[in-house]
T-cell receptor
Framework: AQKITQTQPGMFVQEKEAVTLDCTYD???????LFWYKQPSSGEMIFLIY??????QNATEGRYSLNFQKARKSANLVISASQLGDSAMYFC??????????????FGTGTRLKVLA | GAGVSQTPSNKVTEKGKYVELRCDPI?????LYWYRQSLGQGPEFLIY????????DSGLPNDRFFAVRPEGSVSTLKIQRTERGDSAVYLC??????????????FGPGTRLTVL
């Protein structure tokens, strides 16, 4: 069964330092997408970054980059130069693709990040 | 432009009652998703619409839950005979056709449902 695993329930990082949030996934589909979302205490889910299973280069969006290691089935999020506003819950998600006949998303349990001043 | 909107933002009801939760997606988005999020958990997939049809309803927990999207835009999630375990935040998201590749979801603010 398709699955997303986030093994870090909580993380601390010092302001201005980089932090890596781990995500591993399991799927038998060849075509899939990997996403990271941020959920601040206000509750709204904010899209951060996307990686397609066929993309050869790691995705980057500003201070966010996705360390995609397909053979290991991992899609870790790297946040560089952490800011206090980065404190939030972070969710990794996988969207299945054409081969599975659906485009539903599966989310991990999340990692709560706290940035320290 | 306007984002995804959900109404009501909060709903308190009594066990056994019927509730309807509404989602208004971003204009032009053909895909619409409903999720349920319990405290401290990630969003749990309920149902996915592509246009007017439910492309995947495998996440609906039982037959008390039903969702419609009659004109391919606004969607309503309907819960019959509510139970205390239905208490959660119900999130709606929309996107362009996911078959096109990236096309990330945009989420609404959610409806917090409390069943007493």
């Amino acid at each position: 069964a398709q699955k997303i695993t986030q093994t870090q329930p909580g993380m601390f990082v010092q302001e201005k330092e980089a932090v890596t949030l781990d995500c591993t996934y399991d799927t038998s589909d060849q075509s899939y997408g990997l996403f990271w979302y941020k959920q601040p205490s206000s509750g709204e889910m904010i899209f951060l970054i996307y990686q397609g299973s066929y993309d050869e280069q790691n995705a980057t969006e500003g201070r966010y980059s996705l360390n995609f290691q397909k053979a290991r089935k991992s899609a870790n999020l790297v946040i560089s130069a952490s800011q206090l506003g980065d404190s939030a819950m972070y969710f990794c998600a996988m969207r299945e693709g054409r081969g599975s006949g659906t485009y539903k998303y599966i989310f991990g349990t999340g990692t709560r990040l706290k940035v320290l001043a | 432009g306007a984002g995804v909107s959900q109404t009501p933002s909060n709903k308190v009801t009594e066990k056994g009652k019927y509730v309807e939760l509404r989602c208004d997606p971003i204009s032009g988005h053909t895909a619409l998703y409903w999720y349920r999020q319990s405290l401290g958990q990630g969003p749990e997939f309920l149902i996915y619409f592509q246009g007017t049809g439910a492309a995947d309803d495998s996440g609906l927990p039982n037959d008390r839950f039903f969702a419609v999207r009659p004109e391919g835009s606004v969607s309503t999630l309907k819960i019959q005979r509510t139970e205390r375990g239905d208490s959660a935040v119900y999130l709606c998201a929309s996107s362009l056709n996911p078959a096109g590749g990236g096309n990330e979801q945009f989420f609404g603010p959610g409806t917090r449902l409390t069943v007493l």
